[in-house]
């Protein structure tokens, strides 16, 4: 009951003209509102470039999760915010000329991953095993351009007996990665769908994930880190890896 959601429509003006202004939208949003906003927590660079037209009195954070290439929006951004939390070392460093206080935090491990290692005997006994094979997990999005292709499929090809189940999205029309055609039409996943030893589970409830996780013997990080080491830092999925307590593969 104390929860409100907050529609609002972005006003797209005629053939892409006459939009609306960060400050009439803000105006719009805080008359939607009509109360006086405490806590204002911003994980957008791009749409309200100063946190504060959303309330002069309110406390501001913003977080950065990812590498943004709209810099300059950023760099605003966090210069309106009381205090700013980083996700990782490098991205607090690409904010070194904010003048706001900026934090590392870090990420810590949900709950239905903990929780599954606690039911891990009665999850291994209600799963089927063939004899004789290696499970091997990967998670993550599949259509990410920063996977190093060419080594995980010479990974599978070269461990026939290695079973590779993959827990993410790979059809390119998923809100997770990315817009586009409504097949895969891409060579890796064409391939992975293909090989006789990768099961494909697609995008999965964080529950059923954490359960299947539980399962593997090994997993697997594959990401082309010489080019780039300061992106493909991927500390949520190396936590859930660690929280089963079983080997990690990853490329040097």
Known sequence: ENLWVVDYKLNGGFMGLFKLSEANLTE???????????????????????????????????????????????????????????????????LSE????????DHALGNVFA?????????????QFASGRIRCGYLGNMQNKHIDTAAF?????????VEFHIIGPFVKESNLAGSGNKTWEDPFVEFLMSAANVRMYGSLMTVRTAEILQTMDMFLICYETEKYAEIVANPQKLIEYLSVGNDIVTGK
């Not at 929780?115 to 799963?127: D, L, P, Q, V």
């Not at 499929?153 to 007996?161: C, D, G, L, Q, V």
């Open 115 to 127: 929780e599954a290692g606690f039911r891990k005997k009665e999850i291994m006994a209600n799963t």
């Open 153 to 161: 499929e010479t990974i599978i090809r070269e461990n026939p007996m």
């Open 28 to 94: 719009k949003i805080n008359k939607l509102i009509d109360k006086k906003i405490d806590l204002i927590w911003s994980f957008d660079c791009n749409r309200f470039r100063d946190l504060k037209m959303l309330g002069s009195d309110s406390y501001k954070i913003y977080t950065k999760e990812e590498w943004n290439n709209d810099h300059a929006s950023e760099i605003e951004v966090a210069n309106s915010s009381e205090i700013v939390l980083c996700l990782s070392d490098p991205l607090k460093k690409q």
């Open 98 to 105: 904010v003048n706001s206080k900026k934090i590392l935090f």
